[in-house]
């Protein structure tokens, strides 16, 4: 059965610093995906990571693919208060279920 | 505002009843898909529909089943409800696999 651990599960940071969550997963899987979730609101996708090696980028925020690890990284560049949320990752399972991580609350303090 | 509409957005009913949530897709959107967001149990993928077809399906209970219309709206039937499946219910859309769309959910209270 596929399973998917993310940690850590509470992040506190302070603005300007650098921090990666880490996703392991336990099956193989071509597709992983990161989401995003304010308090009190729906999900926001992220990513997609398709492929051994992948990386992408966007603002703060940059997540990466090792498929031979079955890890996937979500690092966080230099924090500012509005990345304070929830973050999901999930990976794509053999019969197309999808996995959920138990989530990341990052919280961001000046 | 993702385009996705979830209705209603908050109910509340008894344990043994039946309920039905509603998702209508971003205009375009041929995929519809249903997630289940609980303390207990998180985030879990509950069904994927395509044009009106299943095409994917997660740890959705017997109790509950779903189905995609012509216009491409989708409902979730809920029956037999337990103070278990009080959750946030989902429904995002896509066109493209890789980008999902989420609407802002149905929170379902079952006392």
């Known amino acids: 059965e596929l399973k998917v651990e993310q940690n850590p599960l509470f992040l506190s940071m302070q603005e300007g610093k650098n921090y990666t969550i880490y996703c392991n997963y336990s099956?193989?899987?071509?597709?992983l995906y990161w989401y995003r979730q304010d308090p009190g609101k729906s999900l926001e996708s992220l990513f997609v990571l398709l492929s051994n090696g992948a990386v992408k980028q966007e603002g703060r925020l940059m997540a990466s693919l090792d498929t031979k690890a079955r890890l996937s990284t979500l690092h966080i560049t230099a924090a500012v208060h509005d990345l304070s949320a929830t973050y999901f990752c999930?990976?794509?399972?053999?019969?197309?279920?999808?996995?959920f991580g138990a989530g990341t609350r990052l919280t961001v303090k000046p | 505002d993702s385009g996705v509409t979830q209705t209603p957005k908050h109910l509340i009913t008894a344990t043994g009843q039946r309920v039905t949530l509603r998702c209508s897709p971003r205009?375009?959107?041929?995929?519809v898909y249903w997630y289940q967001q609980s303390l207990d149990q998180g985030l879990q993928f509950l069904i994927q529909y395509y044009n009106g077809e299943e095409r994917a399906k997660g740890n959705i209970l017997e109790r509950f089943s779903a189905q995609q219309f012509p216009d491409l709206h989708s409902e979730l039937n809920l029956s037999s409800l337990e103070l278990g499946d009080s959750a946030l219910y989902f429904c995002a859309s896509s066109v493209d696999p890789n980008e999902q769309f989420f609407g802002p959910g149905t929170r379902l209270t079952v006392l």
């Open positions: 205009s375009g959107d041929l995929s």
């Open positions: 099956t193989t899987s071509d597709r």
């Open positions: 999930a990976v794509d399972g053999f019969i197309n279920d999808m996995r």
